[in-house]
């Protein structure tokens, strides 16, 4: 079983910055994706980025256009999000996310069977 937990949320005027991490737990595999989802009031859940335990290649939602990036810290067994150029329409509850090995990334929620508790983020303009 494997227990993410967040942190690094609160709260940030337009055009600020805020880290977020995710420490993982319990019995977590090299073939998995670490992902970030948010999900707004009203909206879906939307995937903001991911990467694999054992590489450095990064994904990202296209939305986020440069101003995020996903690194991790495997003797740490943490995944961060350094969020840059924050905007209001990033608020949102962030959550980091993984599931079972898998050959491609996946960007739905249903593709991730292990969910952090969920951090929020508010950027006020």
């Known amino acids: 079983q494997v227990q993410l937990v967040e942190s690094g949320g609160g709260s940030v005027q337009a055009g600020g910055s805020l880290r977020l991490s995710c420490v993982a737990s319990?019995?977590?595999?090299?073939?998995?994706?670490m992902a970030w989802f948010r999900q707004a009031p009203g909206k879906e859940r939307e995937f903001v980025a991911g990467?694999?335990?054992?590489?450095?290649?990064?994904h990202y939602g296209d939305f986020v256009k440069g101003r995020f990036t996903i690194t991790r810290d495997n003797a740490k067994s943490t995944v961060y999000l350094e969020m840059n150029s924050l905007e209001p329409e990033d608020t949102a509850v962030y959550y980091c996310?993984?599931?079972?090995?898998?050959?491609?990334?996946?960007?739905?929620?249903?593709?991730?069977?292990?969910w952090g508790q969920g951090i929020q983020v508010t950027v006020s303009s």
């Open positions: 319990g019995r977590t595999s090299g073939g998995s994706f």
């Open positions: 990467m694999r335990w054992t590489s450095y290649s990064q």
């Open positions: 996310a993984t599931g079972p090995p898998r050959l491609e990334l996946g960007t739905l929620p249903t593709d991730y069977t292990h």
